[in-house]
Antibody
């Protein structure tokens, strides 16, 4: 079955760029959308954005100016870059697969497989 | 952005109880609503998608209902492993936001 694993630095300095990679194993990255979600300590979930395996993206408007999500199909990986980070970006970052289901002419979306998450702390 | 509001924010219940969690959207989202379960230190797990469809492998004691702005997640008979935080999420528009969560605790 498909598994996702986040990787990247656990500590990032303020004003620098947070960079994370999600490696997909047990299946191909092709034909799916792939998402990033984060969760600040003790708080709820925030969707960051997603990328299609072909490279098209969609970002949360609240983060759009600072976010870049990219994909490397040859490595079965996709990545997140978040620039100009502050302490407010401290969170557990999750990657997830987004499923598109068509029913009755409607398109439903949900995230069915998640990585275990990686903690990123922004501090000098 | 569509705002998702869950109630209650926390809930105490006993094993065997029937529990209902409510999620309300700030505008109509048809049936574009998902439910996730999250245990401490773990990633969220998909329970219900499209408001009422049970994800494969999820016990049948979980069910979802609703359409438009009001939705419910029901656990018919609580089991010890069900004590967790539950989140609703709308998939009607970008950004696909989550509710603030409902923490289900043991009474």
């Amino acid at each position: 079955q498909v598994q996702l694993q986040e990787s990247g630095p656990g500590l990032v300095k303020p004003s620098e760029t947070l960079s994370l990679t999600c490696t997909v194993s047990g299946g191909s990255i092709s034909s799916y959308y792939w998402s990033w979600i984060r969760q600040p300590p003790g708080k709820g979930l925030e969707w960051i954005g997603y990328i299609y395996y072909s490279g098209s993206t969609n970002y949360n408007p609240s983060l759009k100016s600072r976010v870049t999500i990219s994909v490397d199909t040859s490595k079965n990986q996709f990545s997140l870059k978040l620039s100009s980070v502050t302490a407010a970006d401290t969170a557990v970052y999750y990657c997830a697969r987004r499923i598109t289901m068509v029913r009755g002419g409607r398109y439903y979306y949900y995230m069915d497989v998640w990585g275990k998450g990686t903690t990123v702390t922004v501090s000098s | 952005d569509i705002q998702m509001t869950q109630s209650p924010s926390s809930l105490s219940a006993s094993v065997g109880d029937r529990v209902t969690i409510t999620c309300r959207a700030s505008q109509s989202i048809s049936s574009y609503l998902n439910w996730y379960q999250q245990k401490p230190g773990k990633a969220p797990k998909l329970l219900i998608y499209a408001a009422s469809s049970l994800q494969s492998g999820v016990p049948s004691r979980f069910s979802g209902s609703g359409s438009g702005t009001d939705f419910t997640l029901t656990i018919s008979s609580l089991q010890p492993e069900d004590f967790a935080t539950y989140y609703c999420q709308q998939s009607y528009s970008t950004p696909p936001g989550f509710g603030q969560g409902t923490k289900l605790e043991i009474k």
